[in-house]
């Protein structure tokens, strides 16, 4: 998919313009005849992106954003309330003025003749392609409050798992401030005390104490020194995952590790199973939707595998033989070709879908549940450590007096 800028007119002399996401021109040219326009330009620029986002905001990975309007969504046209004034009730109660904006521009596309799933195509980078195709495929089908329902829970999910984690980590980071407050205290009040009075007194200080303010003298140092490897951390990573070749040597790596391997791979199947399901139940073709599955996994050796699949599947192949050599779980593939085997595959996909979420869930718990702990733990070390080296000054002191 790529992003173009357009240009056209249609015979009253009235101009449209805009920025569209499709995979060639020829989309453009037939979405503009179609509404009575001719293309003057059609660009391909990949600054467009970069120029349209700024100002706007982008609902790719904001699942609670996109689980309340497929909700809203589904329910206002449930009832009966056309697209326009769907999208003038979200317009008017959104808080974001970019989202707004973006609403607006849907409002205005459909004026002009577009389609919902167009409206949003108009959009590019502001909904993930999942959304959209699965819009596309509901008003052909006319199931497009069912689907929509569905998108609803799928993002549901995934938004309730990344809170959860985030709500899990409050207490260790919590525990993490305490630690470095305390250590600041005492290296910026009683260590400079304790410097000067050993110093006038000509007594050595403890090994430990040495230590401590050897760290906070240098910690400025070690701060910019760490900061700098995170960033080229980050950074290497950042330019290995450019590389399909690395990329994929990396996640087959992390894929391999005792317990991050399966959550990896239970959330890659979870979520595979998920949104095949929904874009199946909405009619969307097996080959595309496979492909856009594939766009929504985290972990590259699973894209590669359902690449390989899409393949597969077009040389006559079913879908559970074709990810037989895949990484995905075995029971996944038993359930795939359960599902094909019975006719019930969309239902089939759901209920895998579950099951592995909850595995995701039960798994990620235990290992939050370690956090606690080991958070204690280096907290007592730290402060612990800190503590030693403020009391064994005063010790020596004593002593030698």
């Keep these: 998919m790529a992003v173009y800028y357009y240009r056209g007119k249609n015979l009253k002399g009235e101009i449209l313009h805009g920025v569209y996401e499709t995979q060639s021109e020829t989309d453009i040219v037939e979405l503009l005849r179609k509404n009575g326009f001719y293309p003057v330009t059609i660009k391909k620029h990949p600054f467009y992106s970069f120029l349209y986002f700024l100002g706007e905001i982008s609902l790719n990975k904001k699942y609670n954003e996109l689980a309340f309007f497929c909700r809203q969504m589904s329910g206002m046209l449930e009832v009966g309330m056309p697209v326009m004034d769907c999208l003038a009730v979200l317009c008017q109660q959104s808080s974001h003025p970019g989202l707004a904006r973006t609403f607006k521009k849907m409002m205005r596309d459909l004026n002009r003749g577009f389609t919902l799933s167009e409206a949003f195509k108009n959009q590019p980078g502001i909904f993930p392609d999942i959304l959209v195709y699965a819009v596309e495929t509901g008003e052909i089908s006319g199931k497009l409050e069912d689907i929509l329902k569905k998108l609803a829970v799928y993002f549901e999910t995934i938004a309730k ?66 900061t700098l490897i995170i960033i080229s951390i980050l950074l290497i990573q950042h330019r290995f995952r450019q590389n399909s070749k690395k990329a994929y040597k990396i996640d087959k790596f992390l894929l391999n590790m005792p317990v991050l391997g399966l959550l990896i791979k239970n959330n890659n199947a979870a979520n595979f199973c998920r949104i095949l399901g929904i874009l199946l139940s909405s009619g969307i073709p097996l080959i595309k939707a496979i492909e856009l599955a594939e766009k929504n996994m985290s972990n590259y050796v699973f894209k590669l595998d359902l690449r390989v699949a899409r393949e597969n599947i077009k040389k006559g192949e079913t879908l559970a033989s074709s ?51 080991l958070a204690i733990l280096l907290m007592s070390i730290i402060i612990g450590f800190t503590v030693i080296s403020a009391v064994l000054p005063m010790f020596r002191m004593y002593t030698t007096f």
Excluded: C, H, W
């Design 323 to 373: 990810l037989k050599t895949s990484s995905f779980p075995i029971f996944m593939l038993r359930m795939l070709q359960t599902g094909i085997e019975s006719g019930r595959l969309d239902e089939i996909l759901f209920k895998t879908a579950d099951f592995y979420d909850n595995e995701v869930n039960a798994l990620q718990q235990r290992v939050l549940a370690l956090v606690e702990p």
């Design 161 to 226: 798992y990344r809170q959860r984690f985030k709500t899990s980590m409050i207490y260790p980071a919590f525990l993490g401030l305490i630690s470095i407050a305390v250590y600041y205290f005492l290296s910026y009040t009683l260590m400079p005390l304790y410097s000067n009075m050993f110093a006038q007194a000509g007594i050595y200080l403890p090994v430990p104490t040495q230590i401590f303010i050897a760290i906070t003298v240098n910690s400025k140092g070690l701060a910019i020194s760490l």
